[in-house]
């Protein structure tokens, strides 16, 4: 779906905890336009992706990459986001 020279500057970024904004922000100013993020997020199929899960317009809540390095067979410890969350903007 994302092609592999995106997807390796997008875990490059993610190194790096670009995109942080503040809660409630359109989603689609998230990630500026000419970073690999922006890029990956604005294919069209990851659109259609999106906005198939949540509908036109979302809002940006929080992102967390838990990256795991290759070969491992165990991820990431699994925990549950927004579970009771009595913030204006949440997903």
């Not at 997807?7 to 190194?15: D, K, P, Q, W």
């Not at 942080?20 to 970073?35: D, H, M, N, Q």
Request: net charge negative; hydrophobic share 35%.
């Amino acid at each position: 779906m994302i092609p592999k020279d995106l997807c390796r500057a997008c875990l490059e970024e993610m190194h790096h905890n670009r995109g942080y904004l503040a809660v409630g922000t359109p989603f689609e100013e998230t990630w500026p336009k000419g970073t690999a993020l922006g890029d990956t997020f604005r294919l069209p199929q990851v659109q259609g992706l999106i906005h198939s899960l949540v509908g036109p317009d979302p809002l940006y809540d929080h992102h967390a990459a838990h990256l795991t390095k290759a070969e491992q067979t165990k991820g990431p410890n699994m925990h549950q986001d927004s579970v009771i969350d009595f913030r204006d903007h949440y997903f």
